[in-house]
């Protein structure tokens, strides 16, 4: 495995990784394409990285500077990213925000997505901003909630910081290191996490 920041040869690839990596419910509009992908690389390409097995893109991460009212105000996807073109990005941003990360299916539990988040926090280091900040989706919710009829995405978090209960993306998150602040309603279209996502943020 090789990581590296994203060049505009990656794209097709990274588009065909999101589709591998969020399928249905999840909804496709909601997935990067190519001219979303190009958009970041021209306006912050530090923040893009791939990992790659020979020539195969196996993972990406996207992210953007914030800045502390932005991070601060922790609203829904759409409002902190600036959309699917990171229109809310800010070169003077105390924030790296992680907008997505992908892990192909097949290369999970095998240390791609932290060797990303490696790269991450070596860019917050490398900036000298004040934080890596990303709302991380919290899809094994729905099956919890109806198991324990508590539909309180709080409870479920915090089951899941204690290790009481595992979610597919909330517990890898939390074991690279960052920590849990709470909870964003509303984030974004996703029937698994109720809509919510769960604050996390990593200083250095
Ligand atoms: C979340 C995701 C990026 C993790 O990537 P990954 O390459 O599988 O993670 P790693 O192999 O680096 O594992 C990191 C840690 O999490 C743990 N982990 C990984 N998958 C896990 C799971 N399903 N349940 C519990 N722990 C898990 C690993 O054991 C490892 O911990 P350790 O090193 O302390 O033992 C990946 O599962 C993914 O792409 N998911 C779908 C896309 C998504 O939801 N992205 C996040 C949007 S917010």
Not at 32 to 58: K, Y
Not at 111 to 136: E, H, K, M, P
Not at 137 to 152: G, K, M, N, T
Not at 156 to 182: F, H, N, S
Request: hydrophobic share 40%.
């Amino acid at each position: 495995m090789t990581l590296r920041a994203m060049t505009p040869a990656d794209l097709p690839g990274a588009v065909a990784l999101q589709r591998a990596c969020f399928p249905p419910p999840f909804p496709a509009d909601l997935l990067w394409s190519e001219a979303h992908l190009q958009a970041h690389l021209d306006r912050f390409p530090q923040g893009q990285f791939v990992a790659l097995a020979g020539e195969q893109v196996i993972g990406s991460a996207s992210a953007l500077l914030i800045s502390e009212r932005n991070w601060e105000a922790h609203a829904d996807w759409e409002t902190t990213t600036g959309g699917h073109y990171f229109e809310a990005h800010d070169p003077r941003g105390t924030t790296l925000f992680g907008a997505d990360i992908s892990v192909d299916p097949a290369w999970r539990g095998q240390g791609v997505g932290r060797a990303l988040y490696q790269a991450r926090f070596d860019l917050v280091r490398n900036l000298g901003v004040v934080r890596f900040g990303t709302a991380c989706r919290i899809p094994d919710w729905l099956e919890w909630s109806v198991a324990h009829r508590e539909s309180s995405k709080q409870a479920y978090a915090l089951a899941v910081v204690k290790g009481e209960t595992r979610d597919r993306t909330l517990t890898p998150l939390l074991r690279m290191g960052l920590r849990y602040r709470g909870i964003v309603e509303g984030h974004m279209d996703d029937d698994e996490s109720g809509d919510a996502a769960a604050i996390l943020e990593w200083t250095p």
